[in-house]
């Protein structure tokens, strides 16, 4: 039981890198088309992701389930994304919400609402699936070459 539980852990934390790292690539492409940034807007964007993560960590800590596969293979190469695109939603709204309408957040997290974007987050997504898609097949081969 305790193999497995750890590799479940080691599989969520390889997962966790994946989908921040594309999410990240994603923003900072998007940010830099824009034009000339500030380093604290790209901090701020770059933050909606990583928070993301630490709660996508977080959920599978809680609910095992997730990975219920126990390997990175067919399901979770949609699944996974899925769930950290609304991970993101839920820190975007966390983050730029306030308990009073009268008053305005912060002007900084305003950058994070750049993640509110349906193209934004299905660009995600499609390239977070794209990866996890082509790390099984390149083990799929590598374990067939064995």
């Known amino acids: 039981m305790s193999r497995l539980r750890d590799s479940k852990v080691v599989l969520a934390i390889a ?4 989908l921040f790292f594309c999410s990240a690539a994603i923003v900072v492409f998007q940010l830099w ?18 928070a993301a993560t630490g709660f996508f960590l977080g959920t599978c ?5 997730v990975l219920a596969v126990g390997k990175l293979r067919f399901p979770l190469n949609i699944t996974l994304p899925l769930i950290f695109a609304a991970l993101v939603l839920l820190v975007v709204t966390l983050w730029t919400s306030t308990g009073n309408s009268l008053v305005a957040g ?24 794209a990866l996890l898609s082509l790390i099984i097949l390149f083990r799929a081969d590598a374990n067939s070459q064995r």
């Open 15 to 18: 997962c966790a890198g994946v």
């Open 61 to 65: 800590v809680l609910v095992p389930n």
């Open 106 to 129: 912060p002007e900084i997290l305003r950058t994070a609402k750049i993640w509110l974007s349906p193209s934004l987050l299905a660009e995600m997504v499609l390239f977070q699936g």
């Open 33 to 50: 088309q824009a034009g000339p940034q500030s380093t604290v807007r790209y901090g701020v964007a770059l933050g909606v992701p990583f």
